[in-house]
T-cell receptor, first 112, second 114 residues
Framework: GEDVEQSLFLSVREGDSSVINCTYTDSSSTYLYWYKQEPGAGLQLLTYIFSNMDMKQDQRLTVLLNKKDKHLSLRIADTQTGDSAIYFCAERGPGGYNKLIFGAGTRLAVHP | ETGVTQTPRHLVMGMTNKKSLKCEQHLGHNAMYWYKQSAKKPLELMFVYSLEERVENNSVPSRFSPECPNSSHLFLHLHTLQPEDSALYLC?????????????FGPGTRLTVL
């Protein structure tokens, strides 16, 4: 079946690194995505990774993919208060169109 | 700004009202989506339109009726809703046929059903 799981809450100190974890079940997923949602806003695509990669870095963001364990993580370096938001992991589901299966989201709280 | 706009941003309606949500994308995409986001459930896909044809109706009650008159516009017509339909309704678009097919989301319409 299709299922994406995330821990619901993460609290970090400003300046530290944040690591948000996600597990998925569909081994045939070709792309995995990370979205960010700030209060009162829609979802903003942060980054994505293709399943034949195990790492992707984009400025302060590092995505690690362990395809064997179906584990995806998002590391945010030097976390700032502006990074406080809900982070959603998503996998591309089956079907000819781009169906995304989302996790429940991890709420990241950054404190001084 | 993601290139996807939604109106209205907030809507309060009674159970007997009829209203419509509007979504417009300025990205030249050929697929559009409606999602429901409520406090109690993960983001739920409701409808998918690809090349202006509906390709998915995810067991959504008939009180929600989508319409896609062209590739840039998507509507969600609402009638006789229930209080449990109160949620954030998100529209998204993507370009089918590209390798990554990432979806771009609008800001959502916060719907409250009294």
């Amino acid at each position: 079946g299709e299922d994406v799981e995330q821990s619901l809450f993460l609290s970090v100190r400003e300046g530290d690194s944040s690591v948000i974890n996600c597990t998925y079940t569909d081994s045939s997923s070709t792309y995995l995505y990370w979205y960010k949602q700030e209060p009162g806003a829609g979802l903003q695509l942060l980054t994505y990774i293709f399943s034949n990669m195990d790492m992707k870095q984009d400025q302060r963001l590092t995505v690690l993919l362990n395809k064997k364990d179906k584990h995806l993580s998002l590391r945010i370096a030097d976390t700032q208060t502006g990074d406080s938001a809900i982070y959603f992991c998503a996998e591309r589901g089956p079907g000819g169109y781009n169906k995304l299966i989302f996790g429940a989201g991890t709420r990241l709280a950054v404190h001084p | 700004e993601t290139g996807v706009t939604q109106t209205p941003r907030h809507l309060v309606m009674g159970m007997t009202n009829k209203k419509s949500l509007k979504c417009e994308q300025h990205l030249g995409h050929n697929a559009m989506y409606w999602y429901k986001q409520s406090a109690k459930k993960p983001l739920e896909l409701m409808f998918v339109y690809s090349l202006e044809e509906r390709v998915e109706n995810n067991s959504v009650p008939s009180r929600f009726s989508p319409e896609c008159p062209n590739s840039s516009h998507l509507f969600l017509h609402l009638h006789t809703l229930q209080p449990e339909d109160s949620a954030l309704y998100l529209c998204a678009s993507s370009q089918e046929g590209t390798s990554s097919n990432e979806q771009f989301f609008g800001p959502g319409t916060r719907l409250t059903v009294l």
